[in-house]
Structure formats: structure tokens, C-alpha cells
């Protein structure tokens, strides 16, 4: 299983950017993937995750309104799309696939975490 985020680069506040996220190894109908951020100096925390409880896809406050998953399954690759973008939405982008069931974006529950993808959102 693995998985490649890409799409990131530099922006200027109020663009928009779309993450890509390809998976080999495995099939995406068959996982659920979360995506996830870390800033310089800062703990990596969820961005939006799948919820086993109901399959509605959970966003993080900061981001909410702003982005949107995606996928295309004959493409095997997942999608966030960012719009309105911010300073403070400048991290490394990861997606991982979700191994236990659960809701949010608890790190524990995910693994195979695929290289990241810069993000840099010019003020």
C-alpha cells in the first residue's frame, strides 16, 4: 500500500490549489483516506477524514467551507481541493489511508502515510 500526495506549491492568499493523492497497492473503494497537515513547528493534525460512523466526511473547523474531497476511482487517486487559501494554511499536505474505524482524524487510526506535498500561501 502507498500512497503519493502532489499539487502543492506557492499561492498567493485567496487562491486555490487541488491535492492529489494516488494509491498503489490497493484499491480506493475498498480503504477510506484522511488528509492531514503539519506546519513548521507544529504538530500534524487532520484537514478531513472519512467518519465510519454515518460515512460522512469530517473537515476540520479551519478548513471548513474552504475545502472538498474528491475522488475518481478509475483514476485510484483522491482529491482536496482548496479554495480561498490562507497564510496559516502553509504546511506540508499528507493523505493516509484509515485502518480503524472511527471518526475525525484521530492520527492512530491512519497509516501508510504517502510523502508529503508543500503548500505556501503568500499573504
Known amino acids: 500500500v502507498q500512497l503519493q500526495a502532489s499539487g502543492g506549491g506557492l499561492v498567493q492568499a485567496g487562491g486555490s490549489l487541488r491535492l492529489s493523492c494516488a494509491a498503489s497497492?490497493?484499491?480506493?473503494?475498498?480503504?477510506?483516506i484522511g488528509w492531514f497537515r503539519q506546519a513548521p513547528g507544529k504538530e500534524r493534525e487532520g484537514v478531513s477524514c472519512f467518519s465510519t460512523s454515518d460515512g460522512s466526511t469530517y473537515y476540520a473547523d479551519s478548513v471548513k467551507g474552504r475545502f472538498t474531497v474528491s475522488s475518481d476511482a478509475a483514476k485510484n487517486t483522491e482529491y482536496l481541493q482548496m479554495n480561498s487559501l490562507k497564510p496559516r494554511d502553509t504546511a506540508v499536505y499528507y493523505c493516509?489511508?484509515?485502518?480503524?474505524?472511527?471518526?475525525?482524524?484521530?492520527?492512530?487510526?491512519?497509516?501508510?502515510w504517502g510523502q508529503g506535498t508543500q503548500v505556501t500561501v503568500s499573504s
Open positions: 497497492g490497493f484499491r480506493f473503494d475498498d480503504y477510506a
Open positions: 493516509a489511508v484509515r485502518y480503524y474505524l472511527g471518526d475525525g482524524c484521530a492520527l492512530s487510526d491512519f497509516g501508510s
